[in-house]
């Protein structure tokens, strides 16, 4: 029997939805081959209208394109919440589990952990844990922005709901092809993004600026990365027993996340007259992938012993090596793909791969080259270097166990039914 996530249903739970997204799915499923989608949109409140808004749009086309892409076979039914407010997202996937609209909720969304009140906190975590009960694995993103001292100035924090130990956290990694599309290597998505010269290399940057989105850390250009980390909250479960630290830790698995190795999504929004093509990442591409493979995993699980798998998470530390790649810290590709010093005013030089992940910025740095097709600003970008998080063997707190390994996970999985 193909598995496809057939007889399965993913829900997927976004804030205001979009108005588009049964056309763009379809576009989306034409383009790539795909079988045509079995799609239904829910607002809840139930009879409400969503606000659409352009950033929420994005993220839903992004979140059903991409459970659809990994189990075509699946059912896919959209919650679109009134608002981003806690109420309308807790509600959501309230209304999905009593009524049992699938055994996988995808949610591509959180907060953090420093400073959220512990009613909030056990408020989701009882839901979680509810729909635990049900045999429903809840997977939610871990977050873009590493250990998040951005969001709260240089407080390590993990995000909110993904810190629950009832729920499946999901990190993310860079992944880099050969030139017949199969995967290279890959390695944790973190990103130190350096100007180094103006539109069109008209004049150099000396030295060379931080060009990151957030609050710059101290001696780091860092931009973006896998969330991850120990919860200051909840204790450690016992299927973490072997890791770490006394709390629940962060991220159990991973998929790819990394905008400069992302993935391909199709939208009309908001008119729905002309289609765009973007190329989009962070760890709320990797939580719907995921999320579609989980209902490949319970379509098997249910052929075998007539029940779903339930969460995921607990899962992910007792499978066998050849299940889940472990991502590691450093590659033999390293050295062609990633390697490369300039220092102002100077000419290009070997760098090793160990000093590539420790970039001594803003007087020199390592990286690849990137030219930016808005700005035509010059950029240098150093993979793999996620805030304070770091990839080791085994789990880590940027990628988890690793990232599935296809039928190899899917059986492992099987196995334990």
Sequence with gaps: ????????????????????????????????SLAAPNFTSVNYPIGTTPAYNSGWAGETTLDIEWVHAMAPGAKIVLMQARSSSNTYLEGAIQYALNNHLGNVITNSYGSVEYGSSSSSLNTWNNLLAQAALQG??????????????????????????????????????????????????????????????????????????CAVSLLPLPNKCFDYGAGGGMSTFFAKPTWQSALPGTGRQQPDISLVADPYTGVTIISSYPAGTSYSVSVIGGTSAS????????????QAVQAKAGKSAGLAAPLMYSLPANAITDVLPSSSSTTTNLAGLIVAGGVPTYESP??????????????????????????????????????????????GMGTPNGLNFVNAVLSKF
């Excluded at 804030?15 to 799915?25: F, M």
């Excluded at 939580?287 to 209902?295: E, R, Y």
């Design 136 to 209: 429903v694995s809840v997977n939610f993103s871990t977050g873009d922005a590493g250990d998040n001292s951005h969001a709260s100035p240089y407080v390590k924090t993990v995000s909110v709901p993904s810190d629950s130990p009832n729920a499946t956290a999901v990190g993310g990694v860079s992944v880099f092809l050969n030139s017949n599309l199969g995967i290279k290597f890959q390695a944790g998505w973190g990103t130190d993004l350096t100007r180094i010269a103006e539109p069109n290399g008209t004049a150099p940057d000396a030295p060379p600026i």
């Design 354 to 399: 160990v000093a590539l992940i420790t970039p001594d910025v803003p007087t020199s740095f390592t990286s690849a080259f990137y030219n930016s097709p808005s700005s035509l600003r010059w950029f240098a970008i150093s993979f793999g270097t996620d805030s304070s998080l770091v990839v080791t063997p085994g789990w880590d707190n940027v990628t």
């Design 287 to 298: 939580c719907p992938m995921f999320s579609g493979v989980w209902a490949i995993v319970d």
């Design 1 to 32: 029997l193909p598995i496809y996530g057939t007889g399965q249903t993913v829900v997927v739970v976004d804030a205001y939805g979009s108005p588009t997204a049964a056309q763009d799915l379809g576009k989306f499923s034409s383009v790539f």
